[in-house]
């Protein structure tokens, strides 16, 4: 157990609808990833928060959107789903408040997205 | 923005062999190379990194071998076994920075 807790696990929606995927990260870390998994593709950054601040974007749409909670969660919102938005979306954390920074990124077991 | 290539993108082993995999990056700025495996259905998990001040690293069975100059780097897995069977992904970053992942090694070691 990586400590990083993803909802829902699994979502299946229509094409033109609104999710959000939620994120919390491990105790006490700062900083949230947000990573795509398509099938059989590698992870593809979106995007990452640094204790609220967004820190790095990737090739994040702009359908897409993130945020970083003061309780240091993190949500990403998706909308206009488009059947290519189908994949495996997987949070990240790192940067913990106390003890070394070692670089290491923990991360949930991801949020499977199905568009129809 | 940093780019990092990696080869295979699929590997079968017998059990018992070794198993390597090539990554490059691209910005001369990356200093932290961590390599993570994830598993079917699990997300990825850190198997072994290695610093820029450092050649070479071992871990048991697992060990990597970096090239700055080059800007290429190494993961090498010995005496496969049949759980050493999963995606393996390189990258590249510098601490606190985005961490950017190689496309991926399908590793299959079969028994």
């Known amino acids: 157990d990586s400590g990083v807790t993803q909802t829902p696990k699994h979502l299946i929606t229509a094409t033109g609808q609104r999710v959000t995927l939620r994120c919390s990260p491990r105790?006490?870390?700062?900083?949230v990833y947000w990573y795509q998994q398509s099938l059989d593709q590698g992870l593809q950054f979106l995007i990452q928060y640094y204790n609220g601040e967004e820190r790095a974007k990737g090739n994040i749409l702009e359908r897409f959107s993130a945020q970083q909670f003061p309780d240091l969660h993190s949500e990403l919102n998706l909308s206009s789903l488009e059947l290519g938005d189908s994949a495996l979306y997987f949070c990240?954390?790192?940067?913990?408040?106390?003890?070394?920074?070692?670089?290491?990124?923990?991360f949930g077991e991801g949020s499977r997205l199905t568009v129809l | 923005g940093e780019n990092v290539e990696q080869h295979p993108s699929t590997l079968s082993v017998q059990e018992g062999d070794s198993a390597v995999i090539k990554c490059t990056y691209s910005d001369s700025a990356s200093n932290y190379f961590p390599w993570y495996k994830q598993e079917l259905g699990k997300g990825p998990q850190l198997i072994i990194d290695?610093?820029?001040?450092?050649g070479e690293k071992k871990d048991q069975r697992i060990a990597v071998t970096l090239n700055k100059t080059a800007k290429h780097f190494s993961l090498h897995i010995t005496e496969t076994q049949p759980e050493d069977s999963a995606v393996y992904f390189c990258?590249?970053?510098?601490?606190?920075?985005?961490?950017?992942f190689g496309p991926g090694t399908s590793l299959s070691v079969i028994p």
């Open positions: 105790s006490g870390d700062l900083s």
């Open positions: 290695i610093r820029s001040n450092v």
């Open positions: 990240a954390s790192s940067v913990p408040t106390w003890g070394a920074q070692t670089g290491e990124l923990f």
């Open positions: 990258a590249a970053t510098t601490l606190y920075d985005k961490v950017i």
